[in-house]
């Protein structure tokens, strides 16, 4: 028995000390008993999966895959992404088109694309992108569109496009482009002229006295001097194209051109429509800025366009020719502005225009209201919203048609009492011919336009 007593306290002990190890294991990688997990061993890397898998490399689960137009479409937007997607089981199906922006990628290794030999379009922009190496692209021989606007990259070799015959677009823009010899190669690749849709819109950032020139437009003899020119010497060098002081659509927004071309401007801080929208834009988010006026035309450019957001923009006053040549929109959001009405024509392109959001805004309900209400009973089949008078204070809340209703109503009494008094008069009367009642005719016939004047063939005279 008093053996026992201390081989009972021994097991004791260790019964209440295993839980305490075991609550140690969770931290600094140690297991059971506080033995180190080593750093490749399964415990560990799952939990290090758990804690941080936004920073796994891709797979096709991180991924959604979609077909539009009989073309294969792989999503990885907006997935935290550190590198190229890997390791997909296609059934038998290669995408078109892959959409890696907004991601995390900073570095495109050699064949970094080998498992996407199909691929027509590539979608880099607004990552965090400062290498590409020369064998990044190699097997897309079927690539047509390359996109690496917004991100980091101060050069790019000619070599890296070596690899894509078929390239017809290339989006370099909004690049902090470091103008020296390493780039010479590329910026005479984008001044041949059978490539013309290659780098538009891209600028030097580096030196400064090339800051501002657009790579297609730069000397390329200048990249490479021995040292940055002399104030003296740069005054034979022609001056810098000027930046426009309206903004630049493909420099301020972020362009989409898969599914569906999209220009998103959404809180850019814009006070007027951007310039050099891409023609076949389809979408356009110009939502929460400060614009205050639609200038003439100001989407004369964007021919295909089927949205329009403008709401949140404080907007003021639409010209009358602001909305031109937009035969083929289909949705126009014109919402929480400061709006009163619309000026006659504004709407008149609008030709299959089925939704327009017209709510928040201070509609004043006067016969300047009257245009809009009519174009809409002429266009039935366009959804409105938010149409409500804001003032004066006695039709405030009350909807916009209802006032012209009700203004209209009150009209006919106008029109039968001028009625009655003219009934019973015999118009054919001598003595009203030097009357009022013929004055009035006389007005209206000199009213009618004279090029609307049938010619006369005889004259009339009248015999008193």
Known sequence: MLMSSPLLLVLLGILLLEPCQLKRAGRGGRGYWGIRLRPDSKALRAGRQGRAGAHRRAGVSDCSEFTESQENFLDCQERYLGSIPATFSWAGRQPHHLLLARNRIKVLRDGAFSEFSGLKSLDLQQNQLVLV????????????????????????????????????????????????????????????????????????????????????????ELLCVESDPTPETLVDLPAPIPLRTRPDATSVCHTYLFPKPRLDCKSRGLMEVPIEIPEDAIHIDLSHNAIHHLRAREFLEARSLRTLNLSSNNLEHIHTASLSGLLHLRELDLSNNKLLFFQYGVLEDLYFLSLLQLGGN??????????????????????????LCHSPPEHSGKSVGEYVHSYNRACPKDRDQNQDQNQGLD???????????????????????????????YQIIRLT
């Open 133 to 220: 190496e020369e064998g990044a692209f190699t097997g897309l021989t079927h690539l047509t569109t390359l996109l690496l606007q917004h991100n980091r990259l101060s050069t790019l070799g000619e070599e890296a496009l070596i690899p894509l015959p078929a390239l017809r677009h290339l989006r370099l823009h909004d690049n902090p482009w470091n103008c020296r010899c390493p780039l010479e190669s590329l910026v005479r690749t984008l001044q041949v002229p059978s490539n013309r849709y290659l780098g538009n819109h891209a600028r030097c950032e580096e030196p400064a006295w090339l800051k501002g020139r657009k790579l297609r437009q730069v000397d390329p």
């Open 427 to 457: 118009q054919t009367d001598p003595e009203l011919w030097n009357t009022a009642l013929e004055l009035q005719a006389v007005l209206e016939e000199e009213e009618e336009p004279a090029h609307l004047r049938a010619p006369q063939k």
């Open 362 to 387: 201070p509609w004043v309900c006067d016969y300047n209201i009257h245009y809009m209400v009519y174009w809409l009973r002429l266009h039935p089949r366009v959804s409105t919203s938010g149409l």
